[in-house]
């Protein structure tokens, strides 16, 4: 099976790592528009993917690296949260394929979601808007990394842009609360919901024999949370409960499959950006003043920094009013 990945003639939008024995992550590939990442799980007689990337594009090359390494069509897809980098290639692979969430995020997908992409559609101007002024940060900007990071942001939403008019938002079609079992011939999975805590709803799929867990954006890889829908109090007791499952290896939402040591690094962040924050509101300073702590000055996603910040100034304040 892993030479399989060797001979996959690849896409531009993701690396395939062989995780385990017919699990397979696909690692998104900076500014390609793939956003996200994605994996892929060979059940024996049935396929599942879990999260669709955030074009249409990069959803077609994963739907043929499913068949490729598995021999058979994707009959589910997981989607772990709402965001559209996980959603977006969700039209791929219906009517073959069931798609899963939980309750909540589908609710969310159908208003806001379905809402927010009509905006898009009907008045794409500030998008555009967006781009050019960051293409101008970009002109501007001296930090090497930074730059670079700002280009492939702006390089996924021309992709993303790009791709719009073609858009079918595709929801779940079936949805549960806490725990679901998928049975294949050669292995089970899990479905489970600890509740919310990146977005108001997250799942993610548990291998228990692998001990490896697909887990959306609860952990990233060498990148910095996105708290912009968090709560980090229920954030963190979700990661909490992941860690008595005794799992080894984690593909994370975003960045290199890794282990618990990442699950600690973001509850690390999650602590840090709180505490920070705190400290700054009772000293009556700016949060504008706090710069990235060392420890996280080599992740990327170094423009969600601020917005983190702000989402947990907001809280402190809004829970002191």
Known sequence: MKNRIETFTG???????????????????????????????????????????NTIQAAEDLKAAAMYLTGNPVSYVINTHWHSDHTSGNQLF???????????????????????LAQQLSNPEPIYQAIDEVE???????????????????????EYMKMLPNLVYTLPTITFDGQMSIH?????????TYGGGHTQSDAFVYLPEEKTAVMGDLV???????????????????????????VETIVPG??????????????????DIVALVAETVQSKKSIDDIL???AYQGWYFTTYFKTNLKKVYDLITKSAD
């Open 94 to 116: 219906t009517p073959k394929a069931q798609i899963i969430s939980t309750s909540t995020t589908r609710e969310i997908m159908a208003t806001f979601g379905k809402n927010r």
């Open 184 to 192: 294949g011939s050669d292995r089970t999975v899990q479905l489970i």
């Open 11 to 53: 896409s531009k939008h993701f690396r395939l790592n062989h995780v385990a024995e017919g699990v397979f992550a696909a690692i998104s590939v900076p500014g390609t528009g793939s956003v996200g990442n994605a994996a892929i799980i060979d059940l024996g007689d049935t396929t599942l993917v879990v999260d669709t990337f």
């Open 292 to 294: 990235v702590p060392k």
């Open 136 to 158: 101008e940060k970009i002109q501007q900007e001296t930090d090497e990394k930074l730059k670079k990071e700002l280009q492939w942001e702006n390089a996924s939403d021309r």
């Open 254 to 271: 975003h960045g290199e499959v890794c282990s618990m040591k990442e699950l600690y690094e973001v509850k690390g962040y999650i602590n």
């Open 220 to 246: 990233l890889s060498k990148h910095h949370p996105v708290m912009m829908y968090a709560n980090p109090q229920e954030w963190l007791n979700i990661l909490e409960r992941v860690e008595r499952l005794g």
